[in-house]
């Protein structure tokens, strides 16, 4: 075994990635992704793109146009870096593209090819009209190479196994069924995304549900079997999946009703399948190391009221959809009960004896008071929810415990301060007032504020 220690360089990039430059962001993507090309250095350089992608996301920065990028352009919203090996429903794993271009581009005419990287090679990042021109033609090949792999591995067993060990995995043979049905509507899937608004957006407006209209009917004259794709691209572009409810009901009014109808199984399955998947994110929020209670129990009600319009938005599903998103909504109440309820009576009553402990500085004393509050906030905001996931005695016992303990921090402080204690302090007085604010009412508070004031005089 080496006794060299281990390289963290990259891993320090990655937590420092927002700290550089926007010049030296561009240069360094721009640079990585020409080297990319280069088949010998492609796995280095997807381990530092890896590292980048947080920023890339967020930044949306142009990439270098490429052939294979041109033909993940149909299905660019579909693609998602997944939790797990299971693909979700209507998504496209990151890690599944490079295996369907090394699937195509050895069957694909080199003289298509050619003229694909010909016209690309004046074209800058955002040259819409370049990439529709070239995509065209490159679209079209790789869809039916596309389907004729998959065809033939339909035939038997055999074939099936054959092209997943080929791929690398089942979820990539899902993700090559994915791509092959979004490229066999390019052309206005693609027109498509390039007229919405990035999201993540509220709602969409009158003049975009006309042009999401003509997609499904211009999408239904090539092949209806791919139309879900075109709602998969909306989805990707809501805040919250649940709009579609009202999303439907306007492309309803479009004409384009039976269109939808046609797709509403699959896009309710794809709507599950992309909430339970997306709870893998939500539980590494919550046990983030660092991550402030309050924010925690903002996030995960959140996350509840949108698993409750989803659940309305799946019912015509049937019982099975519902019962699916009631065990996502049991599994956050596992994650409010972990983090936020399990030991909090305990830890914060800690916290709060720590606020009488020395400290160095007035921002050191500040903070300490700051995760105080934070911890009974939390708990108070999970209060709101606390009887939809089960968890109203114990969430209610935990205050009880905290305010108690207040209670009891109030009366020795004001025993303190009518002897004249001199370790006690006004700002010592108002923290305490502050901290049974939260737990018990501004009532209360106020008469410790006032009993404390009349000790003093």
């Known amino acids: 075994m080496s006794d060299e220690p281990e390289d963290k360089s990259i891993q320090l ?12 962001f561009n240069e360094l993507v721009n640079s990585l992704e020409s080297k990319r090309q280069r088949s010998a250095q492609r796995p280095k350089t997807d381990v530092v793109l890896g590292y980048l992608r947080p920023r890339l996301a967020v930044a949306r920065l142009p990439r270098r146009p490429t052939p294979q990028r041109v033909m993940c352009m149909p299905f660019e919203d579909l693609l998602y870096t997944p939790g797990t090996r299971r693909k979700a429903l209507g998504k496209i794993p ?13 069957q694909a005419d080199p003289e298509m090819l050619k003229r694909v990287r010909d016209g690309l090679k004046m074209a800058g990042p955002d040259d819409v009209e370049v990439f529709e021109t070239v995509g065209a033609e490159l679209w079209s090949a790789a869809s039916k190479i596309f389907q004729g792999q998959l065809a033939g591995s339909s035939k038997t067993k055999e074939g ?11 979820d990539v043979v899902d993700s090559l069924e994915e791509a092959s049905l979004a490229l066999s509507i390019a052309g206005p899937l693609f027109r498509l995304q390039q007229d919405l608004p990035l999201g993540p957006v509220e709602d969409f407006n009158r003049p975009q549900i006309t042009l999401i209209a003509e997609c499904l009917t211009k ?11 075109v709602v998969y691209v909306m989805m990707g572009r809501l ?3 649940a709009t579609l409810l009202t999303v439907f009901e306007k492309l309803t009014e479009e004409g384009v009703g039976e269109q939808l109808g046609q ?64 065990r996502a909504k049991a599994e956050v109440g596992r994650i409010v009960e972990q983090v936020l309820v399990e030991g909090s009576a305990k830890e914060t009553a800690g916290l709060i004896d720590g606020l009488d402990m020395p400290v160095g500085t007035d921002a050191e004393e500040f903070a300490r008071m700051r995760e105080v509050e934070g911890r009974i906030t939390s708990l108070r905001l999970a209060q709101a929810y ?28 004001l025993q303190g301060l009518r002897h004249g204690d001199p370790n006690i302090s006004t700002v010592d ?27 003093m005089r």
Not at 94 to 106: E, I, N, Q, T, V
Request: aromatic residues 2%; neutral net charge; without cysteine.
């Open 13 to 24: 990039l990655g937590g420092r990635v927002f700290d550089i430059p926007e010049q030296q």
């Open 94 to 106: 990151r890690h599944a593209l490079d295996p369907m271009w090394d699937l195509f581009a050895p």
């Open 160 to 170: 099936r196994t054959q092209l997943k060990d080929g791929l690398g995995g089942e």
């Open 219 to 229: 999408a239904a004259s090539i092949n209806r079997a791919a139309l879900p794709h």
């Open 239 to 241: 805040r919250d999946p």
């Open 263 to 326: 797709v509403g199984g699959q896009v309710s399955e794809a709507m599950v399948n992309q909430t339970e998947d997306r709870l893998i994110d939500v539980r590494d929020e919550a046990t983030k190391e660092g991550a402030p209670k309050a924010d925690v129990a903002r996030n995960l009600g959140r996350e509840l009221k949108t698993l409750d319009r989803t659940a309305i938005a799946v019912a015509k599903g049937g019982r099975g959809m519902t019962r699916r998103i009631e």
């Open 386 to 413: 606390a009887d939809e996931i089960g968890l109203g005695p114990k969430i209610k016992a935990s205050l009880a415990a905290i305010q108690d303990k207040l209670d009891a921090r109030g009366a020795e402080m």
């Open 429 to 455: 007085l108002y923290a305490t007032v502050r901290l049974i604010e939260l737990t018990s009412g501004p009532e209360k508070a106020d008469q410790l504020r006032l009993r404390g004031l009349d000790a």
